[in-house]
């Protein structure tokens, strides 16, 4: 049994869930501290743990969203490791596909194809969405840029020496929009 262990943000930590991991019988546990926002092939310690895993092997998570940030994500990994022949089960008692036994790979199917459905529908919404915003006249994407006479003032503050935080403060645009004014005006 092999565990794996998850936490986004530095102020969060890993020791409840690698003790409970532990307590559950693993052999290793795997931790680290990563937003699932992350591709899956920057979370080293995730990589590492994967394969580590042989057929037959157990990984054991806390909570299903460990495995990753969407269900369509969790449930093709849940897929992936379900093909090489590892089991997975969450303390949580959501997922044990090796208690399912022959109904794994229905469960896992079923959670696919639920998945699948998900992502069609995502899709049909977003389509609908941007043809309705081309009949009306709205905008497609992204923000619309900042007038020229803010732009302009955001500049001119910057020229008489202040810093991008006040000058972020003293116009109600972003510090990371403000930065990015003042890097292009010196391009």
Same mark, same amino acid.
């Not at 102020?11 to 409840?16: E, G, V």
């Not at 022959?102 to 896992?108: G, Q, W």
């Not at 020229?148 to 955001?154: A, G, L, T, W």
């Given at each position: 049994?092999?565990?794996?262990?998850?936490?986004?943000?530095?102020?969060?930590?890993?020791?409840?869930?690698?003790?409970?991991?532990?307590?559950? +019988?693993?052999?290793? &546990?795997?931790? !680290?501290?990563?937003?699932? $926002? *992350?591709?899956?092939?920057?979370? %080293?310690?995730? @990589?590492?743990?994967?394969?580590?895993?042989?057929?037959?092997?157990?990984?054991?998570?806390?909570?299903?969203?460990?495995?990753?940030?969407?269900?369509?994500?969790?449930?093709?990994?849940?897929?992936?490791?379900?093909?090489?022949?590892?089991?997975?089960?969450?303390?949580?008692?959501?997922?044990?596909?090796?208690?399912?036994?022959?109904?794994?790979?229905?469960?896992?199917?079923?959670?696919? +194809?639920?998945?699948? &459905?998900?992502? !069609?529908?995502?899709?049909? $919404? *977003?389509?609908?969405?941007?043809? %309705?915003?081309? @009949?009306?006249?709205?905008?497609?994407?992204?923000?619309?840029?900042?007038?020229?006479?803010?732009?302009?003032?955001?500049?001119?503050?910057?020229?008489?020496?202040?810093?991008?935080?006040?000058?972020?403060?003293?116009?109600?645009?972003?510090?990371?929009?403000?930065?990015?004014?003042?890097?292009?005006?010196?391009?």
């Amino acid at each position: 049994m092999i565990g794996y262990a998850r936490v986004s943000t530095g102020q969060q930590s890993t020791d409840t869930q690698v003790g409970a991991l532990k307590e559950a +019988g693993c052999s290793a &546990v795997y931790n !680290e501290v990563i937003s699932s $926002r *992350t591709p899956a092939e920057q979370r %080293h310690q995730l @990589q590492a743990c994967l394969a580590t895993l042989e057929q037959g092997d157990e990984l054991i998570v806390t909570k299903l969203d460990r495995l990753g940030r969407t269900q369509v994500e969790v449930i093709n990994r849940l897929h992936d490791l379900q093909q090489r022949g590892i089991h997975v089960r969450t303390l949580d008692g959501l997922i044990n596909t090796r208690a399912l036994g022959k109904m794994a790979p229905l469960v896992v199917g079923l959670l696919t +194809g639920l998945a699948e &459905v998900e992502r !069609e529908l995502t899709r049909e $919404r *977003t389509r609908e969405s941007v043809e %309705h915003r081309r @009949q009306v006249g709205g905008n497609l994407g992204g923000r619309p840029p900042l007038p020229k006479v803010k732009r302009e003032h955001i500049l001119r503050l910057r020229s008489e020496g202040y810093s991008i935080r006040n000058i972020a403060e003293m116009t109600g645009v972003s510090s990371s929009v403000v930065h990015k004014i003042c890097k292009e005006a010196l391009a």
